[in-house]
């Protein structure tokens, strides 16, 4: 089992953004101040990898030879995919 090591640290937040997180800790959203920002940062950061993926499967739009190699997959597979299709409404 690791353990992650803790990192002191400040932050200066505006005073409406503590009283929600200071609302969401009462309402049971979280056990602290602490874990409640750092879920939130992990919320964000998780956002921001989407977004990086998602960027990245763009630039697969407009790549040809990805393109023609995801086609000679699908049709490599498309007997499979037929067979499993009827398997499934059998």
């Known amino acids: 089992m690791s353990t992650k090591k803790i990192v002191r640290t400040t932050l200066a937040l505006p ?3 503590l009283a929600a997180t200071d609302r969401a800790v009462q309402e049971g959203k979280a056990r602290s101040r602490n874990e409640f920002v750092a879920i ?3 919320h964000e950061l998780a956002a ?3 977004t990086e993926i998602d960027a990245a499967f763009a ?3 407009d790549d040809e030879q990805y393109k023609s190699v995801a086609v000679a997959i699908a049709n490599d597979f498309s007997s499979a995919d037929w067979e ?3 398997l499934s409404e059998a």
């Open 40 to 42: 939130a940062l992990r």
């Open 48 to 50: 921001l990898k989407r």
């Open 84 to 86: 499993a299709l009827k």
């Open 15 to 17: 005073d409406d953004l």
């Open 59 to 61: 630039l697969m739009s």
